[in-house]
């Protein structure tokens, strides 16, 4: 589980966060979203190696959400071609369904937004090698990703997969499942859009349960949706999958689309 660092200060192109406290929009629809508060960041460091590749191709396939930040990205510009649908993945971890799927939707233009910067190096490193061209980077939170840096109705697609399952009670409001998001990606979805979330939590799927009709743009289609525009199969079994599955725990999966 992971929560970021702001003590960095960030250097151009090299991935950092801003320092000081993390950005939290006031949405002010009274709904409810995570909170990030004041946890602290377990510290991963970059091998050698993955610095190099980080350092030389970062400034290319990659952006960190700013306090400066406060303007959408073009994303027709950044993937160098236009009129191509947008997924955005939050929280991709090392980014293992990501290199996986994206070959398989090359015609799609795949966001991987993520806080924890190895993970995101290891994406890198996956796309750079494979030759991956349909992949792009954002360190930052995913919900103030999603606020400041994408248009209404901007995306295709948004996928959560295992999102930390915050297991104490007095954690769940730091999921990253609630109310407001659920709201947020849907306001930032075309109508026809799909939201994809995966889950091995027993208690956070039961948290979704409760919430799947929640956001009355979000039509819940269950799982599985054959007719679904986009891929939804994820390809691999991640490492968290993979421990998730080892203690015989269920995933759960889950699609809305924008009505
Ligand atoms: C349990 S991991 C799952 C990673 C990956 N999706 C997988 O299936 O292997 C959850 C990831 O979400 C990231 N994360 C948590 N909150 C986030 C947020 N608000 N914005 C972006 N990433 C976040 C964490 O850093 C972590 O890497």
Redesign the pocket.
Known sequence: ??TPDFSQTPREGTGELPAGRPLQTDFGTGLDY?R?GSVTFRRGTLTDNQEALFNEHWPRLGKVLTNETDEHIDVDAWFGRSGHPTILE?????G??TAAMAPLEADTNIIA????KP?LAKLLGAVVRGGIDNVRMVR????E?LARMFGEESLDGVRI????PWPKARHHKRR?IQSGTLNLIATRLKPGGVLHVATDHADYAEWIDELVDVEPMLEYKGWPWAEAPLLTDRQVI????GKGLNKDHVIREYLWEKK
């Open positions: 589980m992971n995570p990030l939050i929280g991709s971890g090392t293992t369904s937004v993520e806080l924890y993970g930052g939170d995913g919900v990703v997969f295992f999102p930390d990253i991640t490492k968290f999958e």
